[in-house]
């Protein structure tokens, strides 16, 4: 069945969970995309190259979650906070050196604190470099999943280059790097410090870094288009997000079939698993376990489809939760516990942003929630949590259980199974346990 929506429309609503991940104020990468296409307007792209740099624009930080649990493993500290502050800084010896010095390891112990900054003096060149490519990279693959051609996949790998060749991962220059990378790392910057410290310190930090980090002629049209009547209150508006569905180019703009959009909630399922080594696959599996499980309870083909869709977004949310939480190895504090919990939330808000996925939003954010009211979070009941909901719930405990998390080791199926047969009534419907196990025993799966 072919949705009645534009693909501008689902990707613009889902690259807030991109900003999430970034630590950016929420409409970044939507404000990048009005800049951009702004630009583009004003040096006469065509169509097709409109339409390339517009989801170079909004999906430019695809691969963002990629590098998060590196970036906490090396400097000890929160992945969102370090994205968002580095994004403030030119590359300058000193202020890299500033960087380092105020973002390292400043909860850890003292030995802890001084191995890392060793390790990052020693070896920042290497370390910078391996966090770029990885974001890079992995952003362009997922793009690639999404149906995208390699212009827009280049726009992403080539993000982090700079005109002068300093940038990375490759080392690039000028007219080698892709237009719609140089036009949206320009946009990226201009929309960090105008949110951070106002329109007159954005512009003075694109025209600093002209002929270094960005093309002269493009910071040219930039100064142009930036002088013009209502230019910065229209990027800050509320309506933003409208006014960008109008640039995308109408003979290029892509009315979703049923097909495609699996394919989008596939890619950004890779993009939330990619946030942390213990959720690697743990989307397709709960996806899994969720159709094995309606199909025992003889959900119909379509709602089966659909249910899949939820299920492989269900922990968008994660994306906005720091990797000092998720990959936490001990038990989460109280305020720690807050902030995970708050993941569900997100998932919501961020859902209910798309008109296909509006359903689905309700049921994907109550995966936590338990028939006793005791769940997050909004504390539903029994009879407050639909069925597709119960169906999600057993499906990621399931996973939960048989996969390694940060505080232990994977428990065997038969273990699985016994600690939720426990919870039956309380946290897990049972009806929908029975269901997995009779879809585990037509698998072949042994519980044992």
């Given at each position: 069945m072919t949705q009645n929506m534009r693909l501008s429309e689902i990707l613009g609503a889902l690259s807030y969970a991109l900003d999430l991940t970034e630590g950016q104020p929420s409409g970044h990468c939507v404000r990048c995309c009005w800049i951009g296409m702004q630009m583009a307007d004003e040096m006469g792209l065509d169509d097709q190259q409109s339409w390339q740099l517009y989801y170079t624009l909004l999906l430019k930080d695809l691969g963002c979650s990629s590098n998060a649990a590196r970036i906490c493993e090396l400097y000890i500290m929160d992945d969102r906070s370090f994205k968002s502050d580095f994004k403030r800084i030119d590359g300058s010896l000193p202020q890299a050196l500033r960087f380092v010095l105020s973002h390292t390891g400043l909860k850890s112990g003292l030995s802890e604190r001084f191995r890392a900054l060793i390790n990052i003096f020693q070896n920042g060149g290497e370390i910078s470099t391996e966090l770029i490519a990885t974001r890079c990279q992995r952003g362009a693959d997922i793009a690639r999943k999404m149906h995208f051609d390699e212009a827009v996949a280049d726009g992403i790998s080539h993000l982090d280059e700079h005109w002068d060749g300093g940038g990375k991962p490759l080392n690039l220059m000028g007219q080698?790097?892709?237009?719609?990378?140089?036009?949206?790392?320009?946009?990226?910057?201009?929309?960090?410090?105008?949110?951070?410290?106002?329109?007159?310190?954005?512009?003075?930090?694109?025209?600093?870094?002209?002929?270094?980090?960005?093309?002269?002629?493009?910071?040219?049209?930039?100064?142009?288009?930036s002088e013009r009547p209502a230019f910065w209150d229209k990027m800050n508006s509320d309506e933003v997000q409208r006014l960008i569905y109008e640039f995308e180019p109408a003979l290029h703009a892509k009315i979703i079939d049923d097909d495609f959009l699996d394919d989008i909630a596939a890619g950004f399922a890779e993009v939330v698993d990619s946030k942390s080594p213990y959720t690697s696959g743990h989307s397709n599996r709960v996806t899994l376990y969720t159709d094995m499980i309606a199909e025992a309870l003889?959900?119909?083909?379509?709602?089966?489809?659909?249910?899949?869709?939820?299920?492989?977004?269900?922990?968008?949310?994660?994306?906005?939760?720091?990797?000092?939480?998720?990959?936490?190895?001990s038990k989460l504090d109280d305020a720690e516990w807050v902030e995970m919990k708050r993941h569900a939330e997100f998932s919501e808000s961020i859902l209910?942003?798309?008109?296909?996925?509006?359903?689905?939003?309700?049921?994907?954010?109550?995966h936590h929630e338990r028939l006793d009211g005791k769940?997050?979070?909004?504390?539903?009941?029994?009879?407050?949590?639909?069925?597709?909901?119960?169906?999600?719930?057993?499906?990621?405990?399931?996973?939960?259980?048989?996969?390694?998390?940060?505080?232990?080791?994977?428990?065997?199926?038969?273990?699985?199974?016994?600690?939720?047969?426990?919870?039956?009534?309380?946290?897990?419907?049972?009806?929908?346990?029975?269901?997995?196990?009779?879809?585990?025993?037509?698998?072949?799966?042994?519980?044992?």
């Open positions: 080698n790097i892709s237009l719609f990378a140089r036009i949206a790392l320009l946009c990226q910057v201009a929309d960090v410090f105008q949110k951070a410290d106002g329109e007159i310190a954005a512009r003075r930090e694109i025209n600093n870094r002209s002929g270094t980090w960005f093309d002269p002629a493009l910071v040219e049209i930039f100064n142009c288009i003889q959900f119909t083909d379509e709602r089966r489809r659909w249910l899949k869709r939820a299920a492989l977004l269900h922990d968008i949310g994660k994306l906005g939760v720091s990797n000092t939480i998720l990959d936490k190895p209910s942003r798309i008109s296909a996925f509006k359903e689905l939003a309700p049921i994907a954010a109550a769940g997050y979070p909004k504390g539903l009941k029994a009879d407050q949590i639909t069925l597709e909901s119960r169906i999600l719930t057993v499906a990621d405990v399931f996973d939960a259980l048989t996969a390694d998390r940060p505080y232990r080791k994977a428990l065997s199926i038969a273990q699985a199974l016994e600690i939720m047969s426990a919870q039956i009534g309380t946290a897990i419907d049972g009806d929908c346990f029975h269901a997995l196990l009779r879809a585990l025993q037509k698998s072949n799966l042994q519980a044992a």
